[in-house]
């Protein structure tokens, strides 16, 4: 039955996108408990970089979970290996990514070890990241709907709830066509990766103007809880936006001490465990 037929005679998209979620996890089972055989990439991987590996696989997981991605959105990893290289899935969603669908990539986009398999059409908006940002390991690219109302408007987004310090105090909004015109507003090369990175600067997150959003962090989860935040924060603004037009918000001075414990074994540490046990993930 194809996919779409499948997906249609199924009522509540919620229970279903778990679904298919749970039906994926005997195979990403299989993959995280396999033994590493260097199925990708050029050279080794011990065991501190196998746990990297996995943690791109949990990310997706939990993200497609958490309703963040959709059939699209992609997370990478700087390869530990090689800081010029990068690690993720070839053009699958998310919620279906497994261990073996891993690839490495260089800087500028080129597959390591493609073996027949299409990369993301945007995976350029990680190498352009990595490229600029030496403190950044770890990168998500997402169309949460809830973000997009603050892409197209002047409200910008801010974090309104202390669990959402992590994204930080100032999101930016960039906007494609401002230097390349009309597209299909996908960042296709390092020319327009490389802008949004410029956009994005020293900032957690980007939003890109009727598309989505980037969120970065020093590790992957730092940037899946980011991410996560990013779009609990934006329905939390567009309900308090019902209410006041001028909400109280986080001072900077909050922001940065919320932001600290958030990050800290006493806030990472739980909720990695509970947004993977979500999942269907081992916490690794
Ligand atoms: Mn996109």
């Known amino acids: 039955m194809p996919e779409s037929e499948d997906m249609a005679d199924t009522g509540g998209t919620d229970t279903r996108r778990r679904a298919l979620i749970r039906a ?78 891993l690839m490495v990539f260089e800087q500028d986009g080129t597959p390591l070890d493609a073996r027949g398999r299409r990369p993301y059409g945007e995976r350029m908006i990680h190498g352009a990241i990595y490229e600029a940002r030496a403190d950044v390991n770890a990168v998500i690219h997402h169309h949460a709907y809830a973000v997009i109302p603050f892409s197209v408007t002047a409200t910008p987004l801010v974090p309104l709830t202390h669990t959402a310090a992590v994204i930080g105090g100032h999101i930016p909004v960039w906007d494609i066509a401002k230097r390349f015109g009309d597209t299909d507003t996908l960042v296709r090369s390092m020319d327009i990766g490389r802008d949004l990175a410029a956009a994005l600067a020293d900032n957690t997150c980007v939003l890109m103007r009727g598309h989505g959003a980037v969120v970065v962090g020093a590790s992957i989860k730092e940037a899946v809880l980011s991410a996560i935040y990013l779009e609990v924060n934006a329905r939390i603004q567009l309900q308090t936006l019902g209410l006041s037009d001028t909400p109280v918000t986080l001072s900077d001075g909050e922001i940065a001490l919320a932001r600290e414990t958030q990050f800290s074994p006493l806030g990472m540490d739980r909720a990695w465990e509970y947004y993977c046990r979500r999942a269907g993930v081992d916490p690794q």
């Open 24 to 101: 994926g996890l005997s195979a990403v089972g299989t993959g995280i408990l396999a033994p590493w055989h260097g199925a990708f990439g050029q050279g080794t991987a011990d065991a501190d970089d196998r746990v990297e590996f996995r943690r791109v696989v949990a990310a997706n997981r939990i993200l497609a979970n958490e309703g963040v991605v959709d059939a699209f959105g992609h997370v990478s990893v700087r390869d530990p290996r090689d800081r010029e290289r990068y690690v993720m899935s070839f053009a699958r969603s998310p919620a279906l990514v497994e261990f073996d669908d």
